[in-house]
């Protein structure tokens, strides 16, 4: 059984730091694309970023030059550190887990979430 936890959420002043944990079992994360997705109040998720099973790393706009996604796969835990957040990054964020097509785990696999709350 494929599980995907989340934490490092919390509140933080605009301009501060977090770093989000995604702890996974039940799948080599080197055998996965795995990524980063949010959802902020009344919308969409949305990509945040990925990180291909060979480490091509993926960024949204908003991401780009202040998040930094990146793997371990000793530890299997994918990390999301995030700089000067904004209080429109404000959202529950999501780890997501696609395994390759040679991998025996099947299916898209979705984390529960973790609040991060960024206050102006």
């Known amino acids: 059984q494929v599980r995907l936890v989340e934490s490092g959420g919390g509140l933080v002043q605009a301009g501060g730091s977090l770093r989000l944990s995604c702890a996974t079992s039940?799948?080599?994360?080197?055998?996965?694309?795995m990524g980063w997705y949010r959802r902020a109040p009344g919308k969409e998720r949305e990509l945040v970023a990925t990180v291909s099973s060979i480490g091509n790393t993926n960024y949204s706009n908003f991401a780009a030059g202040r998040f930094t996604i990146s793997a371990d796969s000793v530890k299997n835990t994918v990390y999301l550190q995030m700089n000067s957040l904004r209080p429109e990054d404000t959202a529950v964020y999501y780890c997501?887990?696609?395994?390759?097509?040679?991998?025996?785990?099947?299916?898209?696999?979705w984390g529960q979430g973790t609040q991060v709350t960024v206050s102006s």
């Open positions: 039940g799948i080599a994360i080197r055998f996965a694309t």
């Open positions: 997501h887990a696609q395994p390759e097509l040679y991998s025996s785990v099947k299916g898209e696999h």
